[in-house]
């Protein structure tokens, strides 16, 4: 019988998960720094894992694929409780992971109705140094300002509430954001262009959530703020990842500027609830 672990017990599936990517999600959700819900078959001796990471929306399956019973149940809990919550959040697409290709002949009958789509999503590595200089490169009439509590609640800046719509999807609280993560954003006189900020965060990790208003894009602001925010980064002695879509190719050449190096490139499926 599928049971729900306890946030105590969230531990007991960090094993099923080898891989940086993998490392940097468990650990974030281990710390408290980002929500997710897991389920497994046997809180005594787990064979069988489903995690739903909420910050991101991604599911992930691992153990065994074969496991009829466990996947017929996460299907039922799928339907039953995962489905209404996001309807209420309107958040109908996802992404799904398993931690083997053996699973994708299951997929399918867990997520029914979905239009599963396979992708490939590249995991990147901070490992060269920042060779933009952000200081110089900010066009007139912009500058950096690093995203603390007061830019949060004093700040009245245009644009603001998406910056913090963006914190609370990817942390618990924006309090926990404050105390324990960071960023740093592009301002004008009067709003925020762009904005850079910590994700997953752990002890020593974090990965890159980044944005660029439509009416700024195209003049670097994004290479601009990464390369403070790595910055930022290293001073704090913390290694920064990055992840984006394969095809997502603006994403990889900011990561590329700025000094990450691909790691990997792991398989991801995407999907919709109706």
């Not at 046997?42 to 019973?69: H, R, T």
Request: glycine content about 6%.
């Amino acid at each position: 019988m599928v049971t729900e672990l306890v946030f105590d017990d969230y531990c007991l599936v960090k094993p099923f998960f080898e891989g940086s990517e993998f490392d940097l999600l468990l650990s974030a959700i281990l710390e408290g720094n980002s929500l997710a819900q897991v389920w497994v078959d046997d809180k005594s001796e787990p064979e069988s894992v489903f995690l739903w990471d909420k910050a991101n929306n991604v599911f992930y399956l691992a153990g065994g694929e074969s496991n009829v019973q466990f996947n017929r149940e996460i299907r039922a809990l799928i339907g039953r409780k995962v489905v209404p919550e996001l309807k209420l959040r309107r958040r109908f697409h996802f992404r799904l992971r398993s931690t083997s290709e053996l699973w994708d002949k299951t997929l399918s009958s867990i997520f029914v109705d979905t239009n599963l789509t396979l992708g490939h999503h590249i995991f990147h590595t901070h490992q060269k140094p920042v060779k933009h200089d952000w200081r110089s490169s900010m066009p007139e009439g912009l500058r950096l300002k690093q995203i603390d509590e007061h830019f949060l609640h004093e700040e009245p800046y245009e644009n603001k509430e998406f910056v913090l719509d963006e914190i609370q999807q990817m942390w618990p609280t924006v309090d926990g954001f404050v105390k324990f993560g960071f960023g740093s954003s592009i301002v004008t006189e009067n709003q925020v262009v762009c904005w850079c900020t910590a994700e997953y965060m752990s002890k020593g990790k974090c990965d890159v959530g980044i944005e660029t208003v439509h009416d700024y894009q195209n003049m670097g602001l994004a290479t601009s703020a990464a390369s403070a925010f790595v910055e930022h980064c290293k001073a704090r002695n913390i290694k920064p990842h990055w992840e984006c879509n394969a095809e997502n190719l603006a994403s990889r050449r900011v990561a590329e500027k700025v000094g990450f190096v691909k790691e990997h490139e792991y398989r991801v499926y995407h999907g919709k609830f109706k």
